[in-house]
């Protein structure tokens, strides 16, 4: 494909510079000594900075602006160069403060755990700015990318079909290819229960970099289906849905990709802060990468191509980008100057579960010996946790698609689905099959989050799994659904593996508030998903 293609250009030029391209962060704030470095901010935070968002507004405009043949056009640092020269044009008045705001800026994150929805300002075509010349309104460089010019079919090909062929970047397109950002937030809102709850249960839970890391990782899973790439590619879809960000190719160009990527490098940098004695293990990529045959065996000393750490040419490995020190930023969270590794996770710890603790008081001890009496009186106390556990070929379509799950009906109307009151969450198989090695036989797993829903829409029942098991037998549904907003029957979904497991709340961890809420072992109810297409089968494991 034309990006690919793109891509090794890039690559091969990156790669053979005589003046390598450093890629260094931003430099301003930088304390070398200590470690010191200024915070990225939440969206919702970062919009009331004033000087510092009028910046970064102007910069991205700037930034959009450029060639796109440029190479450098393609680099985040840029921006804060951008923002550095725009500074000095401010009225002498405004100059200094503009100039101090400019110094430590750095690119916002989009907090999609807390915050579901996509930020006001990204939802709008134009924004207003205190620009050098005073307020002003401005097409919005975070609403959308116009390309210029429109790239050939060579570069985007009419095989991809309308995502080839829109003029700027789309989020939940109409049928006339106009964005509907409204639509789309439905959808991120309908399933910010279950991003919430998956997201504190994966870094509560999983200290195990390859499970923790990405979909595709098969051994010692056990029943934890989910995985930070999982959260990202929900993301992902529930915006694009049919738009840039649903397609792999394309969503770097659609401005909320920055937004969104910088929160998934945030939760990484707290899990690595959290877990300071797990990281990547050797392991053979079947799919490979431009410049690694599939196949190869890849480590944590693996060049990463084609980013280099100095001028010289010097390669960054997964060892050297262990922290985001050498980019000059950190996050609120992970503060990593004056402390121990020990010390920064427990730190850490405290302030991931005082953010995303989804429970607020766990049960009492006297509640967990209940549990374990099946005498005593049930009660509707927070003490297991359910989920569905879906496992299917990455390519069983050959292009993306959702899986709605619902407690009750499924809506007899399909474009409705992504947000429906019986809505549980929808899972997301992010695929583009001239991106990828992929075969029918690359499994993707992934992992929704079932406890709320089931509180939500039977606020009476016990949550015991003698009440929820056979509750599920009768409401738990499915349905498979394209991005196209195409109806694909699920018989048709080779291979699809869904089944419901569930598990104990034990308590803290640990002492004090940075303990996180523990877990049990995972159980599988067969039960629930018997006799329905793409079941798990009697006697097949998880």
Request: hydrophobic share 35%; proline share 8%.
């Amino acid at each position: 494909m034309a990006f690919n293609s793109i891509f090794i250009v890039i690559a091969i030029c990156l790669a053979s510079l005589a003046n390598a391209v450093a890629i260094t962060g931003p430099p301003g704030g930088v304390n070398n000594s200590t470690g010191q470095r200024p915070f990225r901010q939440e969206f919702s935070t970062f919009k009331e900075s004033g000087p510092a968002f009028d910046l970064y507004i102007l910069s991205l405009q700037k930034f959009q602006q450029q060639n796109q043949s440029a190479l450098l056009s393609y680099y985040q640092q840029i921006l804060w160069k951008y923002a550095q020269q725009i500074a000095t044009t401010y009225p002498t008045a405004q100059r200094s403060t503009y100039q101090a705001a400019a110094t430590t800026l750095r690119v916002p994150y989009w907090d999609w755990v807390l915050n579901a929805t996509m930020p006001d300002p990204v939802n709008s075509p134009m924004i207003s700015v205190n620009s050098p010349h005073g307020v002003t309104n401005i097409v919005n460089p975070l609403y959308n990318y116009t390309f210029h010019p429109q790239p050939s079919a060579v570069d985007f090909p009419p095989s991809d079909g309308m995502i080839a062929e829109y003029h700027s970047t789309v989020r939940y397109p109409s049928s006339s290819g106009q964005s509907q950002p409204g639509l789309a937030n439905l959808q991120l809102e309908a399933n910010a229960q279950a991003i919430h709850d998956a997201t504190y249960q994966l870094i509560a839970d999983q200290s195990n970099y390859p499970p923790f890391s990405n979909t595709g990782y098969t051994d010692g899973r056990g029943g934890s289906y989910n995985s930070l790439e999982n959260m990202h590619n929900a993301i992902h879809s529930l915006v694009g849905n049919g738009g840039h960000m649903g397609y792999i190719p394309y969503a770097g160009f659609d401005p909320i990709f920055w937004l969104h990527h910088a929160n998934v490098d945030r939760l990484f940098a707290i899990w690595q802060a959290m877990y300071p004695d797990s990281y990547t293990t050797a392991e053979a990529d079947a799919e490979g990468t431009f410049t690694n045959a599939p196949g190869e065996t890849e480590d944590v000393n693996t060049s990463l191509t084609p980013f280099h750490s100095d001028s010289a040419g010097t390669l960054y490995t997964s060892a050297s980008v262990r922290s985001t020190r050498p980019f000059g930023y950190t996050y609120p969270e992970v503060v990593d100057w004056g402390v121990n590794a020990s010390q920064l996770s427990s730190n850490t710890r405290t302030a991931f579960n005082k953010l995303y603790n989804p429970s607020g008081s766990l049960p009492t001890r006297s509640l967990l010996d209940k549990r374990d009496d099946p005498t005593a009186p049930h009660t509707n106390a927070t003490e297991y946790e359910y989920s569905i556990n879906i496992r299917v070929p990455k390519a069983a379509l050959n292009r993306p698609f959702f899986i709605h799950f619902f407690l009750g009906p499924v809506p007899p109307t399909p474009l409705t689905w992504s947000f429906a009151p019986t809505l549980i969450a929808s899972q997301s198989i992010l695929y583009h099959p001239l991106t990828t090695t992929t075969t029918t036989t690359t499994l993707s797993y992934g992992q929704i989050p079932l406890t709320r829903a089931l509180r939500r829409s039977h606020r009476t029942a016990p949550l015991d799994p003698r009440a929820v098991v056979p509750l599920l037998g009768r409401g738990l549904r499915w349905a498979v659904q394209d991005f196209e907003d195409r109806v694909v029957p699920t018989v048709e979904v080779g291979g699809l593996r869904v089944f419901v497991v569930g598990r104990a709340v034990v308590g803290r961890r640990g002492e004090g508030a940075d303990g996180l809420t523990g877990y049990g072992p995972y159980t599988i109810y067969r039960a629930a998903t018997r006799g329905k297409v793409g079941g798990l089968p009697d006697g097949e494991g998880m």
